[in-house]
């Protein structure tokens, strides 16, 4: 049963430091996608990859995350330096888009960041 | 652009009865829907969608979902609702017409509370 896989599954740190949330896409798809989740801003779409390549990351604050595919196998978001408002819980999710119609997402558990 | 509104945040209904998440949505063109469900610590999963074809949609663990164009709506139903069909709900649209940079648009949510 392939799934997507997140770690760490919880991480607190303390301001300031440097936060890295790694994904593992399934295998064979082409598109991954980072979301954010709060209770007051629901899910968010942070960034947006097909075949690695960044689509949109307009909801992410380029000043301290950035997001990057380094292979297929592996996609990272990383927070530099960290702040209190960034706790939440961050999903991966990734897909096989084939066609505009195929756009069925599978998303990870989520890795909850508590940033103190 | 694309937006999808889901009018209640939460929905409770008794275990047996009909249950109905309700949906709109707004595209430019004609709509790509989906709806996923949320248990509590998890990542969301995919319950059904609409392509095109037959407006009533069915999707796993008995829900299905039916597409009005002329109401923009996709609301999502089940015949007899399940204790274990509580969990959160999030409705989802793409604009068809996207020249495929962007990815799905998700409601904030509904939460279904089925009593027993």
């Known amino acids: 049963d392939a799934r997507v896989t997140q770690t760490p599954r919880h991480k607190v740190t303390e301001m300031g430091q440097e936060v890295t949330m790694r994904c593992q896409p399934i295998?064979?798809?082409?598109?991954v996608f980072w979301y954010r989740q709060t209770m007051m801003q629901g899910l968010e779409l942070l960034a947006y990859f097909r075949n690695r390549a960044p689509l949109d990351d307009s909801g992410m604050p380029k000043d301290r995350f950035s997001a990057e595919m380094p292979d297929a196998t592996l996609a990272t978001l990383k927070i530099q330096p960290s702040e209190p408002r960034d706790s939440a819980v961050y999903f991966c999710a990734s897909g096989l888009v084939l066609s505009p119609k195929s756009y069925e997402q599978y998303f990870g558990p989520g890795t909850r960041l508590t940033v103190t | 652009a694309q937006s999808v509104a889901q009018p209640e945040d939460q929905v409770n209904v008794a275990e047996g009865n009909p249950l109905t998440v309700k949906c709109t949505y707004s595209v430019s063109g004609n709509p790509y829907l989906f709806w996923y469900v949320q248990y509590p610590n998890r990542g969301l999963q995919f319950l059904l969608k609409y392509i095109t074809g037959d407006n009533l949609v069915k999707g796993s663990y008995g829900f299905e979902a039916e597409f009005n164009k002329s109401q923009t709506s996709f609301h999502l139903k089940k015949p007899s609702a399940l204790v274990s069909d509580s969990a959160l709900y999030f409705c989802a649209v793409r604009d068809r017409g996207d020249t495929g940079r962007r990815a799905l648009t998700f409601g904030s949510g509904t939460r279904l509370q089925v009593q027993p």
């Open positions: 295998l064979g798809h082409n598109t």
